[in-house]
T-cell receptor
Framework: EPEVTQTPSHQVTQMGQEVILRCVPISNHLYFYWYRQILGQKVEFLVSFYNNEISEKSEIFDDQFSVERPDGSNFTLKIRSTKLEDSAMYFC????????????FGNGTRLTVT | GQQLNQSPQSMFIQEGEDVSMNCTSS?????WLWYKQDPGEGPVLLIALYKAGELTSNGRLTAQFGITRKDSFLNISASIPSDVGIYFCAGHHAGGTSYGKLTFGQGTILTVHP
């Protein structure tokens, strides 16, 4: 069964450094997303992306965050200058281009900012 | 608002017992989705519900989309040890673009004793 893949599985970085989290969505999906889960808390929406532009973003997704689809298969989340509170699991997801289509999630990247 | 209240927060049951958990909201949702998350992994879709009143089964799992569109429940029958994990309800909120901005409940931690 096709799946969303994310790399790396764990990233440790120092405060103030830039990180790029990578995702390969399911190949026939056209909507891509990033969600975040702080340890022990619920999954929170960050951003949705369609047709090479952001469709919607949450208040969490401030100017430190950016997303990009650099080629036909990858979808990346960049955090420009990491803060301690950015430590979390970051999940990439994708869905078909139909309203209310269910999301399929990757296994996540655990980001630890020290 | 778009908050989902999920209960119970945790459950400790014996193998073979049935389990029930639910989510409620003060606002209307277009879809209700139930995900399971194992430690260190991403949410895996269990059941997707699209119409008010819909009752859907997936093996030992049964879920229903409430008539008011403000609630949903998930039942697991004859639990087994591999049912252990965190179960999340999630939904596409009515009135939004709903292409992927899922709102998640807080999760139900299920522990099954053999």
């Amino acid at each position: 069964e096709p799946e969303v893949t994310q790399t790396p599985s764990h990233q440790v970085t120092q405060m103030g450094q830039e990180v790029i989290l990578r995702c390969v969505p399911i190949s026939n999906h056209l909507y891509f997303y990033w969600y975040r889960q702080i340890l022990g808390q619920k999954v929170e929406f960050l951003v949705s992306f369609y047709n090479n532009e952001i469709s919607e973003k949450s208040e969490i997704f401030d100017d430190q965050f950016s997303v990009e689809r650099p080629d036909g298969s990858n979808f990346t989340l960049k955090i420009r200058s990491t803060k301690l509170e950015d430590s979390a699991m970051y999940f990439c997801a994708s869905s078909e281009a139909r309203l209310n289509s269910p999301l399929h999630f990757g296994n996540g990247t655990r980001l630890t900012v020290t | 608002g778009q908050q989902l209240n999920q209960s119970p927060q945790s459950m400790f049951i014996q193998e073979g017992e049935d389990v029930s958990m639910n989510c409620t909201s003060s606002s209307i949702f277009n879809t209700w989705l139930w995900y399971k998350q194992d430690p260190g992994e991403g949410p895996v879709l269990l059941i997707a519900l699209y119409k008010a009143g819909e009752l859907t089964s997936n093996g030992r799992l049964t879920a229903q989309f409430g008539i008011t569109r403000k609630d949903s429940f998930l039942n697991i029958s004859a639990s087994i040890p591999s049912d252990v994990g965190i179960y999340f309800c999630a939904g596409h909120h009515a009135g939004g673009t709903s292409y992927g901005k899922l709102t998640f409940g807080q999760g139900t931690i299920l522990t099954v004793h053999p």
